[in-house]
Nanobody, 122 residues
Framework: QVQLVESGGGLVQAGGSLRLSCAAS????????MAWFRQAPGKEREFVAA??????VYADSVKGRFTISRDNAKITVNLQMNSLKPDDTAVYYC?????????????????WGQGTQVTVSS
């Protein structure tokens, strides 16, 4: 059974930092693209960042502030979030896709975690 479990969310003041982690189990994810998406109340799920053998890609809104990384030995993918803004408040989801390409649409990912809440206060 494939499982993605996010952790590391919480409440932080604007300008602060958080580190999200996603632990994957159930199959070998080393050849999968891994990504982070987020969804704020009343809004559609939006792309944040992705990583694969092709490299990394970021949404313009987080470029220069967020960094995605992966540890294939531990089968985890992390999202380091710095200089957080109130607009970053959302539920953050980890996703995995059976591809080497950097995909940015939710429909292109095969597996999803349950999400972790990130709240940034002003």
């Amino acid at each position: 059974q494939v499982q993605l479990v996010e952790s590391g969310g919480g409440l932080v003041q604007a300008g602060g930092s958080l580190r999200l982690s996603c632990a994957a189990s159930g199959r070998t994810f080393s050849n999968y693209a891994m990504a982070w998406f987020r969804q704020a109340p009343g809004k559609e799920r939006e792309f944040v960042a992705a990583i694969s053998w092709s490299g990394t890609v970021y949404a313009d809104s987080v470029k220069g502030r967020f960094t995605i990384s992966r540890d294939n030995a531990k089968i985890t993918v992390n999202l380091q979030m710095n200089s957080l803004k109130p607009d970053d408040t959302a539920v953050y989801y980890c996703a995995a896709g059976a591809t080497i390409f950097l995909l940015m649409r939710p429909s292109e990912y095969d597996f999803w975690g349950q999400g972790t809440q990130v709240t940034v206060s002003s």
